[in-house]
């Protein structure tokens, strides 16, 4: 059985191969910042461990870091090592490979789409069989005709700039409304418990989670101009073979982002279609 494991860089490597830094000289990058060295070697530390550990584990299992993906893997298995966004960004990665996602650092880290904390648990779960597959549904976008980069959480439309208003034109169920706020969200069951669910608190008082497995997705329209006028428009469900519309009215650097990796100019004149894909992300969990 072939498995790859992508792992994540830790903040220390990744900012040193940023920077070009000697050790000494990173460290005094952090001093003059005020970061805490001390828990960043940590982290560094324990994400070298987790490394380790899983290939100890798995000693035939191919090592990817995240930064050098380039194309799809083809594989019996792909292992996330990392956090959420770690698990995100090899999901882009993934057509029909099972991924599983291992937290290599849960001390800082939630890793609420990542089923495992322990790496030594998801070796023996996967030993012993113990585990199921979902089918965590996918979005996909066409801007001006052009296929983006699948989503496993959200697509997010508006302005880059968080000073600027963003301004659409949404088409919905046969209904459309021209709306000023600060962007647009689109996402799945994935999604829901992030962002979404943050910028969503004054529509959705209690919140408005759903399952990973779910077969619909949501949007949220955040910090709605005039919120109470239409205020059905601003929030609302997408159902398979349903999609949302939204013609860009951005006049300073619209754009849109796919679980806030790819980026994509979503500017004055741009039309985006947004709908559930054919193809979910087929993903590894414990069977409980």
């Not at 940023?18 to 910042?33: R, V, W």
């Not at 759903?210 to 159902?239: M, S, V, W």
């Not at 300073?252 to 500017?267: H, K, L, P, R, V």
């Amino acid at each position: 059985m072939e498995i790859v494991v992508v792992a994540k860089e830790s903040k220390y490597e990744y900012e040193q191969r940023k920077f070009g830094l000697t050790n000494a000289q990173l460290a005094e990058k952090y001093k003059s910042e005020h970061a805490n060295l001390k828990a960043i070697l940590t982290s560094h530390d324990v994400q070298l461990t987790s490394r380790k550990k899983i290939l100890s584990l798995f000693p035939s299992a191919k090592l990817m870091m995240m930064s050098n993906l380039h194309a799809s893997i083809s594989a019996d298995l792909v292992i996330s090592l990392g956090g959420d966004n770690s698990f995100t960004y090899t999901s882009h990665f993934v057509v029909d490979t099972p991924i599983a996602g291992i937290n290599s650092d849960p001390s800082r880290s939630t890793g609420a789409l990542c089923g495992w904390n322990d790496i030594f648990a998801f070796a023996d779960m996967w030993k012993k069989r113990a585990y199921k597959k979902e089918a965590w549904i996918r979005l996909n976008a066409i801007i001006d005709g052009k296929q983006i980069t699948p989503a496993t959480c959200e697509y997010f439309l508006g302005e880059k700039l968080r000073k600027d208003m963003s301004r659409h034109i949404l088409v919905y169920r046969g209904r459309e409304y021209e709306q000023k706020s600060s962007g647009v969200l689109i996402v799945t069951g994935a999604g829901s418990t992030g962002w979404y669910d943050t910028a969503g608190r004054y529509h959705f008082p209690k919140g408005n989670r759903f399952a990973k497995t779910e077969k619909k997705a949501r949007f949220l329209i955040t910090e709605p101009f005039r919120y109470e006028k239409e205020k059905d428009l601003y929030a609302g469900e997408l159902l398979p073979g349903e999609e949302v519309i939204l013609y860009s009215l951005n006049d300073g650097q619209g754009y849109a982002t796919a679980d806030c990796w790819d980026e994509y100019d979503f500017s004055r004149g741009k039309k985006a279609s947004i709908r559930i894909s054919d193809s979910p992300l087929h993903v590894v969990v414990p069977h409980i």
